[in-house]
């Protein structure tokens, strides 16, 4: 696993990213999802330099990060449906966890994002924390999301 971006992502990759990382931020230590954006706005957003995200899109970093938080259940359900019996939800590395989160999120609540867009902005933001097999797993993952949500 390497440990950040090599590139600054900007607009709505830099959102993602940044919503990948509140998620995980929220799994290592529950708060409040308002505790986590802000951290961000105030201070993440505003270094791009060292956190690698300039002019991230807002408005859809506040809607994954907040869609999780007050869907969690509901969301992990949906994930937990197209796993392997043998390899549950639970098993699963929390970034790894944090990205298909917000790519199911995505999936669900923007419909007007073609499927392939969102995949292939996960596949690649997964490249960024990973060496090994991890965005096949995530490509195929997010996949069988998008047709279990009718996309």
Known sequence: MTNEPQAVLKGRSAARLGAVQALYQLEMEPSDSRVAINQFLNTRFKSPDQYFM?????????????????????IDGLISQILSKDWPFERIENVLRAILRCGTCELESFPDTPKAVIINEYVNLTKTFYDGQEPGFINASLDRLAQLLGR
């Open 54 to 74: 300039k002019n991230p899109d807002l408005n859809l970093f506040e809607a994954l990060v907040t869609g999780w938080h007050s869907n969690a259940d509901h």
